[in-house]
């Protein structure tokens, strides 16, 4: 048996919200997105590098406030990025962890949180 890749469903309240937070913020694009019919619940795909995520505004589909984490190699590039956007509702730091690991977390407009994990052996 081999088991393949995962890919994380997080709940969304806001499409709006949801678009400047994970494209214009975090650099994820847009794949593809789903509606049964105009004015219906958004389901949508992004990804950016190795990372995909699926976006659901479906009450069905999962619970807000989930957490995922995500393996990223040179993560204080990456912070640099994100802090010189001056995002006005997210300003993450680089925190070390007592497990030896350095990490970014997160929050998105619907209380899910990611956790970016440095790869890298800087700890």
Same mark, same amino acid.
């Given at each position: 048996?081999?088991?393949?890749?995962?890919?994380? !469903?997080?709940?969304?309240?806001?499409?709006?919200?949801?678009?400047?937070?994970?494209?214009?913020?975090?650099? %994820?694009?847009?794949?593809? &997105?789903?509606? %049964? &019919?105009?004015?219906?619940?958004?389901?949508? /795909?992004?990804?950016?590098?190795? #990372?995909?995520?699926?976006?659901?505004?479906?009450?069905?589909? #999962?619970?807000?406030?989930?957490?995922?984490?995500?393996?990223?190699?040179?993560?204080?590039?990456?912070?640099? /990025?994100?802090?010189?956007?001056?995002?006005?509702?997210?300003?993450?730091? !680089? &925190?070390?962890?007592?497990?030896?690991?350095?990490?970014?977390? !997160?929050?998105?407009? +619907?209380?899910?949180?990611?956790?970016?994990? +440095?790869?890298?052996?800087?700890?």
């Amino acid at each position: 048996m081999n088991l393949g890749s995962i890919t994380p !469903i997080l709940r969304s309240f806001n499409e709006a919200q949801t678009r400047e937070f994970y494209v214009d913020f975090l650099g %994820f694009k847009v794949d593809w &997105e789903h509606r %049964f &019919e105009p004015g219906m619940p958004l389901y949508l /795909q992004v990804s950016r590098d190795g #990372c995909v995520l699926h976006l659901t505004e479906h009450f069905g589909d #999962c619970s807000p406030g989930g957490a995922v984490r995500i393996a990223t190699d040179g993560l204080d590039e990456y912070h640099a /990025q994100l802090t010189a956007k001056q995002y006005k509702h997210a300003r993450p730091g !680089i &925190e070390a962890m007592p497990w030896g690991s350095r990490e970014m977390s !997160i929050k998105d407009p +619907s209380g899910n949180r990611l956790t970016f994990v +440095s790869t890298e052996d800087d700890a």
